[in-house]
T-cell receptor, first 114, second 111 residues
Framework: GAGVSQSPSNKVTEKGKDVELRCDPI?????LYWYRQRLGQGLEFLIY????????KSGLPSDRFSAERTGESVSTLTIQRTQQEDSAVYLC????????????FGEGSWLTVV | EDQVTQSPEALRLQEGESSSLNCSYT??????LFWYRQDPGKGPEFLFT???AGEEKEKERLKATLTKKESFLHITAPKPEDSATYLC????????????FGTGTLLAVQP
């Protein structure tokens, strides 16, 4: 596609429910990233995929968070047993994968846990 | 500790009043410094990448420069549509291929 596509754009869920957030990277981009941005704060790195493997998962905040990527394309970020502190914008990004290549972001999935 | 710090946190300018935003970094083995613009409710929009000290990039009213310790984003004769949060991020030797972000500078340009 022309840009990084994320869905849903907005999600309201009840505390304790599981949510799945989807990311379609730019076609041909082998590297894919998930970031979290809480209201009024900077971007926190969550996980990085190169192809279908995840060499850096260091930013996942707890074992309630997981992500997978299949077919070197779509990625899904899953949050289990959501908590109110999980409320944030979840941003996906992609790049050609080589060091120094520009990373392009999607518009984000706004998650509100009530 | 590896760190990216942006200043000021917020900046209010009159239309046409030029200024600079600062991004200082303390990382080893810089592999790229990136500037993004973020509008409210949107994802970050790529502006520039700088790779080595002395490098400069320009786009319309924006000019980014890089030294061994910091980068500046110069805004010349800003317009209200330049109002946004400007984010700085780095890739460096110890951090795989991910970007480490500063907390941003919120720029407001008043007509």
């Amino acid at each position: 596609g022309a840009g990084v596509s994320q869905s849903p754009s907005n999600k309201v869920t009840e505390k304790g429910k599981d949510v799945e957030l989807r990311c379609d990277p730019i076609s041909g981009h082998t590297a894919l990233y998930w970031y979290r941005q809480r209201l009024g704060q900077g971007l926190e790195f969550l996980i990085y995929f190169q192809g279908n493997s995840a060499p850096d998962k260091s930013g996942l905040p707890s074992d309630r968070f997981s992500a997978e990527r299949t077919g070197e394309s779509v990625s899904t970020l899953t949050i289990q047993r959501t908590q109110q502190e999980d409320s944030a914008v979840y941003l996906c990004a992609s790049s050609l994968g080589s060091v120094g290549n520009t990373i392009y972001f999607g518009e984000g999935s706004w998650l509100t846990v009530v | 500790e590896d760190q990216v710090t942006q200043s000021p946190e917020a900046l209010r300018l009159q239309e046409g009043e030029s200024s600079s935003l600062n991004c200082s970094y303390t990382v080893s083995g810089l592999r790229g410094l990136f500037w993004y613009r973020q509008d409210p409710g949107k994802g970050p929009e790529f502006l520039f990448t700088l790779y080595s000290a002395g490098e400069e990039k320009e786009k319309e009213r924006l000019k980014a420069t890089l030294t061994k310790k910091e980068s500046f984003l110069h805004i010349t004769a800003p317009k209200p549509e330049d109002s946004a949060t400007y984010l700085c991020a780095v890739k460096y030797g110890g951090a795989t291929n991910k970007l480490i972000f500063g907390t941003g500078t919120l720029l407001a340009v008043q007509p």
